[in-house]
Nanobody, 123 residues
Framework: QVQLQESGPGLVKPSQTLSLTCTVSGGSITTNYYYWSWIRQPPGKGLEWMGAIAYSGSTYYSPSLKSHTSISRDTSKNQFTLQLSSVTPEDTAVYYC???????????????WGKGTLVTVSS
């Protein structure tokens, strides 16, 4: 089965860059036609989709986060990464990576998720 696992520092200082890596096993991040997303959930709040990188390497971002968000990948390691710059305490959340299948322009929702990792932004 496909497995995803988030990794990275659990504590980031305000104004710095949050960086997380999602390691994928059981499937290639370059396989047609899957998208690889980052989603976060602040404590007590709902899920927020942040952005994704496609099997082709194309990237897509939530408009509200686009100016601070960068998603990239390392296909040799079957990993994709999230960088969120200029963070504030409001960026404290559980961060998830997930896979979303697509076909013919339709998207079916996330089918595999990592277990999530808590990142706290605090000085």
């Amino acid at each position: 089965q496909v497995q995803l696992q988030e990794s990275g520092p659990g504590l980031v200082k305000p104004s710095q860059t949050l960086s997380l890596t999602c390691t994928v096993s059981g499937g290639s991040i370059t396989t047609n036609y899957y998208y690889w997303s980052w989603i976060r959930q602040p404590p007590g709040k709902g899920l927020e989709w942040m952005g994704a990188i496609a099997y082709s390497g194309s990237t897509y971002y939530s408009p509200s986060l686009k100016s601070h968000t960068s998603i990239s990948r390392d296909t040799s390691k079957n990993q994709f990464t999230l960088q969120l710059s200029s963070v504030t305490p409001e960026d404290t959340a559980v961060y998830y990576c997930a896979r979303e299948p697509s076909s013919w322009g339709l998207y079916y929702g996330m089918d595999y998720w990592g277990k999530g990792t808590l990142v706290t932004v605090s000085s």
